[in-house]
């Protein structure tokens, strides 16, 4: 089982840039396919970025591609999502996720650990 804690949120001015973090606990982290979600009140969570065990590959919704960028630190347990030119649209709570599959999915279903949130609010 693995603990996830997400910090780095906040209010930012379109065009700006946040950089989130997700801290992991336990031995295994580099065995977890690890993925960023986010969610708007009355939607469904919407799969934002994901990475492999090894950090060798990423995966990006086509919303946030070329300016979000995923990755990890396995020696550190942490995972990473660096956000730029960041747009109103991308106003949410932003999920830090677990995955026990191999492969990397998009389907917040094939991920078993959740961390609490960190919310992210762009001004226009």
């Known amino acids: 089982q693995v603990q996830l804690v997400e910090s780095g949120g906040g209010l930012v001015q379109a065009g700006g840039s946040l950089r989130l973090s997700c801290a992991a606990s336990?031995?295994?982290?580099?065995?977890?396919?690890m993925g960023w979600f986010r969610q708007t009140p009355g939607k469904e969570r919407e799969f934002v970025a994901a990475i492999s065990r090894g950090g060798s590959s990423t995966y990006y919704a086509d919303s946030v591609k070329g300016r979000f960028s995923i990755s990890r630190d396995n020696a550190k347990n942490t995972v990473y999502l660096e956000m730029n030119t960041l747009k109103p649209d991308d106003t949410a709570v932003y999920y830090c996720?677990?995955?026990?599959?191999?492969?990397?999915?998009?389907?917040?279903?094939?991920?078993?650990?959740w961390g609490q949130g960190t919310q992210v609010t762009v001004s226009s």
């Open positions: 996720a677990a995955s026990t599959h191999i492969q990397v999915l998009r389907t917040s279903s094939a991920y078993a650990y």
């Open positions: 336990g031995r295994t982290f580099g065995s977890y396919v």
